[in-house]
Every structure is written in C-alpha cells, then in structure tokens.
C-alpha cells in the first residue's frame, strides 16, 4: 500500500514505524496515514472515497498524465460543476478521488446557500494540452490536502442529520439516495451515500477501510460544544482528553475531533 500511495498517487512517506506510515505533500502536513492490519473484513459501511484536494486545474492535469504514462487502471472522470474530478481505488478497494475546484464564480450557489452538482464528461484532453514542462518523477502538488471524505452508509439523510446537527455543517445538496454537506460556503466536506444497500455490516475496528477521519475544531468552546452534542445526539464517545475526543456512529464510522488548526 505504501509504493501505491506514493509511486502512483505521488505523496511522500512523512514518517513511519514497524506498523503505520505517515504520508504527506509537503514533509509537515500528514494527510494520510496507512496502518498494517492482519484482519480481513468483510464488505462494510464505513469509506466510499477519500477526495484528495491538488491546487488547481494544471495540477490535475499532471496527475492524469501520470496516471496515463504508468497504466494506471482509472475508474472515471467527470465535471461536477463547481470541481473536476478523477476516480480509482487502491489495491484494498478503497476509492480516491483527485480533484481541484473552479473558481467559485463557475459555481451553482443557491440563495438558500445550497450547492448544485451535478456530473457531465470532464474534458481531459484540455487539461492535458494546457500542460508545459512535465516533471520527470511525479509527486501530488505541494498545498494538497483532504477536501472531502465520503461515506457509505444504510441511511444517508439521518446520517447526513447526525453529522450536520453535530459538527454545526450545512446541508449543500441532498437527493434520496445521498447527501452532501459542509462548512461555510464549500460544496462539501463530507458526504453520505446509500448505493450499497441496507445490508452491510458494521465497520470493525482494526479491519482494512476507513481506520477515522480527523476534523480539526479551532477554538476550545466550539470543542467543547461539539463533544456535547455528540453525546447528545447518540455518538459514542470512545476517547476523551482535554485536546480531542474519537466518536463512532452505528455503521462504525469514527471521527477523531482535534481542538486547533490543522
């Protein structure tokens, strides 16, 4: 997993240890971190993709050469409307997303603050005429980061609920089969789907996917009010210090809350 994440999805091993690699863009962010499991699991709830966010149009353009140049098998590529994007999975079934944004003046913003998707080919051969002195070893722009993390789920509106009534997010786009919501005027920052039906199992611990998402909470009364309502709103609370706490839902999804900036 670790030649993936780095020969062909170009990040760079930040630090590590017998049994986990901490993978970075700029040798000071972790952005993903990869943990060695001898479990198996069966299919899941728990991660649908997780949505590296690159600078801007040229970048991507750099990773889709890099992923034509090695062979890589893609899954798709599409124009969203307010970002374009490119999808595959690692060599566990995990799905990524590689995607930069449009200028915001590009997206369908609501006055009701909604934001509008919608999914249409990408045009891959322009972003790959625009594309001038190709670096010769590939390595994911440096500033990108973790935009989204989507999420299959058995229900996506209450998941979608829990999680915009706990963290303080806003509904962006909802339709009867999945939702997308975020903070601030972003199109989102999590997502829940319920493509994969109402029968798979709850994530177990330690089993390979999705081991926690991290969201950073930037002042310690929105931490504090953020773990209150978790409790409230039927998460458990796993771990609790003065500087983070870990929650899991009933699909087993858990979210590592961190007071400070990322």
């Known amino acids: 997993m670790t030649t993936f994440y780095t020969s062909i999805i170009g990040l760079q091993v930040f630090s590590q240890d017998t049994t986990s690699r901490q993978l970075s863009t700029d040798g000071k962010t972790v ?40 062979g ?13 994007a490119i999808y595959l999975s690692d060599p566990e079934g995990n799905g990524i997303e590689i995607y930069h944004d449009k200028p915001v003046e590009q997206w369908d913003t609501r006055d009701n603050g909604q934001i509008i998707g919608v999914t249409e080919p990408m045009d891959a051969q322009s972003m790959l005429d625009q594309l ?22 058995k229900n996506a509106l209450a998941s979608s609920l829990l999680y915009q009534k706990v963290f303080d997010l806003g509904d962006k786009m909802t339709i009867p089969s999945a939702s997308w919501i975020a903070s601030g005027n972003y199109h989102h920052h ?73």
């Open 72 to 84: 890589v098998s893609l899954e798709g590529a599409a124009d969203h409307g307010y970002s374009e």
């Open 132 to 153: 001038t002195d190709i670096p010769e070893h590939f390595l994911l722009a440096t500033g990108t980061r973790i935009g989204h993390v989507h999420l299959s789920v």
């Open 190 to 262: 999590l997502a829940f789907n319920q493509w994969s039906g109402p029968y798979l199992k709850k994530h177990q611990e330690g089993t390979p996917g999705l081991g926690f998402l991290t969201i950073h909470i930037e002042t310690p009364l929105l931490f504090s009010a953020t773990l209150k309502k978790a409790r409230l709103h039927g998460l458990a609370v796993l771990q609790e210090d003065s500087s983070s706490f870990t929650t899991e839902d009933e699909e087993g999804i858990r979210v590592k809350v961190i007071l400070g900036q990322n």
């Open 31 to 70: 952005i993903l971190e990869l943990r060695q499991t001898h479990l198996s699991g069966d299919k899941a709830y728990g991660l649908y993709h997780t949505a590296f966010l690159v600078p801007d149009r040229h970048s991507l353009g750099l990773v889709l050469n890099h992923f034509l140049v090695r």
